[in-house]
């Protein structure tokens, strides 16, 4: 809402009576029955380790005369079925450091001897900890849980932050089953919402309704709207899922219009284009860039003798992201003045991504900001400009006649690889007059290519090198499991992927050179790689750690699949055997399209002399696919697999 809009919901509640809905909002606590601590088997998931038997929640919007807020009062109860969902018992309730929480209370009930036991859990174990500069968490833990044991807890929050324009956001799904989920929400008739439900929709019922609200002997219209869901399945993460938060079935509000007695109907529409004006003149978003002046020696230094842009913008990416380090904060706004942040050597993505623009802007580099959700924040609006629901910023960066997304938040990334939580369809170029929406990818992708070259001997043992080049996603995984890990603690995991190997020794090329693949060399030994079934032998050439396990083996799917970025994956394998051996038998060649120029697998197995060649390529160009379409990913995937198990078959000549 901009800031006309806000002033007019203002001035119209300074002189209309404030609507109070009375005692609607109060939910009992602690009517738990016999039933409920019976721990019978939950029938649509009787392998649950617990279960949500209700989440109630009731939510009215209010104006207190200062500002708008949502009264959220809510009550959870939840069964421990086994010792498994032990864990459920220990409680985290985020919410923002604006809001008010309070009236928090949480018991654990039990049967014994015959009657049911309330234990209570004292004030002084309720914690609220500063989780960030925006946020808190209310945290608790049940005492004595046990199986079969309730446990319940309530509390209510005062939510200020964007109240009128959202109202209450309300999960219904949860990692374990909901038998019962229920909001209410109330709000006077001049306000009308639009109700966003995800997931699965059709679970949602509601059921509206009007009330009337009497205030200084005036009667308020008030709608109230009851959503109701039973029985709602555990969510379960799938592989490729791109975000929990856009899969979860839940409910969003929007507010689309007002509408006060007397005057005409007023659409709420808020535009990107306000948006950019308005976060060009915050302090900490557009106004930080321009005061980046304590910058401009160091970036005339690191940018002089450089002929070419894309050079200048590696050099001070590569400054940047070394010389501050980013504290794991996803923000688009700063958390202080950007010559702070350079000076404490340590910020937000927000500090570090501001910063760099600043610093290119004065090497005479075109940059601007885009702001982002992150994949795990869920997908934007692109209609509504809401700003809550954006959570980083990007360099949009035009060097050399390309333009390229910049990140600065990790030294061991190339200045053209994005972080892969920022490959989230589409951000917003905060650039005035040009801001538009920009996809969010260079040219990333999931990259391999792996040459296998091995000497079998006249056991039929065999010996050689496993060497793989890794790029873009995959190299900056390498690179960060070795800082992390160290070089000892990667060769302890390359044991466990190829457990039918003896590993004699291994390298890793190109670490410190981030803008080149990491190349990684393994000499192998293999002892029981050829196996004898009568007279004839043996053996798979694709390893199994290369050749890996499907994904997609579920029949069938619930969310769409997301790789984020192009995969291409290459194996050539050439195995030299003795002259005492003869191929009988090998794969046949084959093409394998996934369809609609989505991608392909191309497989060619030759024989030449004493040599067996394979080749293996797959592509996956498309990187988002409807659940509708799971079968075709399925089967492909299914059919690379099957190829890849595939047998060569080999007889020992008679000397």
């Given at each position: 809402m901009n800031k006309f809009n806000f002033l007019v919901l203002i001035i119209f509640f300074s002189i209309v009576p404030v609507v109070t809905l009375k005692a609607q909002n109060k939910i009992p606590f602690g009517r738990i029955s016999f039933e409920d601590l019976e721990n019978k088997p939950y029938k649509p998931d009787p392998g649950a380790d617990a279960i949500i038997l209700s989440d109630e929640g009731t939510a009215s919007l209010k104006y207190n005369g200062n500002e708008f807020y949502v009264e959220l009062v809510r009550d959870v109860k939840i069964r421990i079925v086994n010792s498994r969902g032990f864990d459920y018992a220990n409680i985290e309730l985020p919410f923002s450091s604006r809001d008010i929480i309070k009236n928090y209370r949480a018991s654990t009930f039990n049967i014994r001897s015959g009657e049911i036991l309330e234990t209570s859990i004292p004030k002084k174990d309720f914690i609220i900890d500063n989780t960030s500069k925006r946020t808190k968490a209310l945290k608790f833990n049940f005492p004595d849980v046990r199986e079969g044991s309730v446990l319940e807890y309530s509390y209510t929050v005062l939510l200020k932050n964007y109240a009128v324009n959202i109202l209450v956001p309300w999960e219904f799904q949860a990692d374990i089953p909901v038998v019962k989920s229920m909001l209410t929400v109330s709000y006077?008739?001049?306000?009308?919402?639009?109700?966003?439900?995800?997931?699965?929709?059709?679970?949602?019922?509601?059921?509206?309704?009007?009330?009337?609200?009497?205030?200084?002997?005036?009667?308020?219209?008030?709608?109230?709207?009851?959503?109701?869901?039973?029985?709602?399945?555990?969510?379960?993460?799938?592989?490729?899922?791109?975000?929990?938060?856009?899969?979860?079935?839940?409910?969003?509000?929007?507010?689309?219009?007002?509408?006060?007695?007397?005057?005409?109907?007023?659409?709420?529409?808020?535009?990107?284009?306000?948006?950019?004006?308005?976060?060009?003149?915050?302090?900490?978003?557009?106004?930080?860039?321009?005061?980046?002046?304590?910058?401009?020696?160091?970036?005339?230094?690191?940018?002089?003798?450089?002929?070419?842009?894309?050079?200048?913008?590696?050099?001070?990416?590569?400054?940047?992201?070394?010389?501050?380090?980013?504290?794991?904060?996803?923000?688009?706004?700063?958390?202080?003045?950007?010559?702070?942040?350079?000076?404490?050597?340590?910020?937000?993505?927000?500090?570090?991504?501001?910063?760099?623009?600043?610093?290119?802007?004065?090497?005479?580099?075109?940059?601007?900001?885009?702001?982002?959700?992150?994949?795990?924040?869920?997908?934007?609006?692109?209609?509504?400009?809401?700003?809550?629901?954006?959570?980083?910023?990007?360099?949009?960066?035009?060097?050399?006649?390309?333009?390229?997304?910049?990140?600065?938040?990790?030294?061991?990334?190339?200045?053209?690889?994005?972080?892969?939580?920022?490959?989230?369809?589409?951000?917003?170029?905060?650039?005035?007059?040009?801001?538009?929406?920009?996809?969010?990818?260079?040219?990333?992708?999931?990259?391999?290519?792996?040459?296998?070259?091995?000497?079998?001997?006249?056991?039929?043992?065999?010996?050689?090198?496993?060497?793989?080049?890794?790029?873009?996603?995959?190299?900056?995984?390498?690179?960060?499991?070795?800082?992390?890990?160290?070089?000892?603690?990667?060769?302890?995991?390359?044991?466990?992927?190829?457990?039918?190997?003896?590993?004699?020794?291994?390298?890793?090329?190109?670490?410190?050179?981030?803008?080149?693949?990491?190349?990684?060399?393994?000499?192998?030994?293999?002892?029981?790689?050829?196996?004898?079934?009568?007279?004839?032998?043996?053996?798979?050439?694709?390893?199994?750690?290369?050749?890996?396990?499907?994904?997609?083996?579920?029949?069938?799917?619930?969310?769409?699949?997301?790789?984020?970025?192009?995969?291409?994956?290459?194996?050539?394998?050439?195995?030299t055997v003795p002259s005492t051996f003869s191929v009988v038998e090998k794969p046949a060649g084959k093409v394998i399209s996934l369809g609609k120029g989505d991608g392909s697998y191309e497989f060619r197995c030759e024989t030449s002399g004493n040599e067996i060649l394979i080749s293996a390529h797959l592509k996956i160009d498309n990187t988002f696919f409807e659940a509708s379409e799971y079968s075709r990913i399925r089967e492909y995937y299914s059919g690379i697999l099957q190829k890849q198990a595939e047998l060569i078959v080999m007889s020992k000549n008679e000397e």
């Open positions: 006077p008739e001049y306000f009308i919402y639009k109700t966003i439900i995800s997931g699965s929709a059709l679970s949602v019922v509601n059921t509206p309704s009007y009330r009337t609200s009497v205030f200084h002997k005036q009667n308020v219209r008030t709608n109230v709207n009851i959503y109701h869901v039973e029985d709602m399945p555990a969510f379960r993460e799938e592989p490729y899922v791109k975000s929990k938060n856009d899969c979860l079935t839940k409910i969003n509000f929007e507010l689309a219009a007002v509408s006060f007695p007397g005057s005409s109907l007023e659409r709420i529409n808020p535009t990107y284009e306000t948006l950019s004006d308005e976060l060009l003149k915050r302090n900490d978003f557009g106004q930080a860039m321009t005061k980046t002046g304590f910058l401009k020696k160091d970036a005339l230094k690191l940018s002089s003798g450089l002929s070419g842009d894309i050079e200048k913008v590696k050099k001070i990416h590569e400054f940047i992201s070394g010389k501050i380090l980013w504290n794991g904060v996803e923000d688009f706004m700063t958390s202080a003045p950007l010559k702070k942040i350079y000076l404490k050597e340590k910020g937000n993505s927000a500090d570090i991504n501001l910063m760099l623009i600043g610093m290119l802007r004065l090497a005479g580099i075109k940059a601007d900001p885009v702001i982002l959700s992150t994949r795990s924040n869920g997908s934007i609006n692109p209609y509504s400009a809401m700003i809550r629901q954006f959570n980083y910023v990007l360099a949009y960066v035009y060097a050399d006649g390309q333009y390229f997304l910049v990140d600065a938040t990790d030294p061991l990334r190339p200045f053209n690889v994005l972080p892969f939580e920022c490959l989230n369809d589409a951000g917003r170029l905060i650039a005035g007059s040009s801001s538009r929406f920009v996809d969010l990818k260079n040219s990333e992708k999931n990259g391999t290519s792996t040459v296998i070259n091995l000497v079998m001997d006249d056991d039929a043992c065999m010996s050689g090198e496993i060497k793989t080049h890794y790029s873009d996603f995959s190299a900056y995984n390498i690179r960060k499991q070795v800082t992390i890990e160290g070089r000892e603690g990667y060769l302890d995991h390359l044991k466990s992927s190829y457990t039918e190997l003896e590993i004699n020794d291994f390298s890793l090329e190109n670490l410190e050179a981030r803008d080149l693949d990491v190349i990684e060399t393994i000499n192998i030994n293999i002892i029981n790689a050829v196996q004898k079934a009568g007279g004839s032998y043996l053996f798979n050439p694709f390893l199994s750690a290369v050749s890996g396990k499907s994904a997609f083996w579920q029949e069938t799917r619930n969310f769409p699949i997301d790789f984020g970025a192009p995969v291409e994956d290459r194996i050539v394998v050439k195995i």
